[in-house]
């Protein structure tokens, strides 16, 4: 089992995290909570605690999801971090987007 972690959001985090990419390749039916548990590292129970059932853990692994892609999209298409020109700026979105996605 993996070292203990330090907060409730990491926890959290950590079993959103783990579930992505397996929901990314086989979808979210095509995947068992039992898979999920296997990448999380940790028991049924814990999943639980945090999650009421498999459907408030899709709903939340999709705000998840957002959330941090309108962080990096907000980063990406500031012009003060990657340079003056919106030009720049959307080609360094989309060479994110090819390297990131285009698995």
């Not at 203990?4 to 979808?27: D, F, H, P, S, V």
């Not at 028991?43 to 999650?51: D, I």
């Amino acid at each position: 089992m993996a070292a203990m972690r330090e907060t409730y959001g990491e926890t959290k985090r950590n079993i959103l995290t783990a579930g992505r990419a397996i929901i990314a390749q086989k979808g979210f039916s095509g995947v068992g909570l039992s898979e999920i548990l296997a990448a999380a590292e940790i028991p049924k129970g814990s999943f639980y605690h945090y999650f009421g059932s498999k459907e408030q853990y899709g709903r939340e692994l999709i705000e998840h999801y957002v959330e941090g892609y309108l962080e990096l999209l907000g980063k990406v298409l500031d012009d003060a971090v990657y340079g003056a020109s919106a030009r720049e700026r959307l080609l360094t979105y989309w060479g994110y987007w090819l390297e990131s996605q285009c698995c």
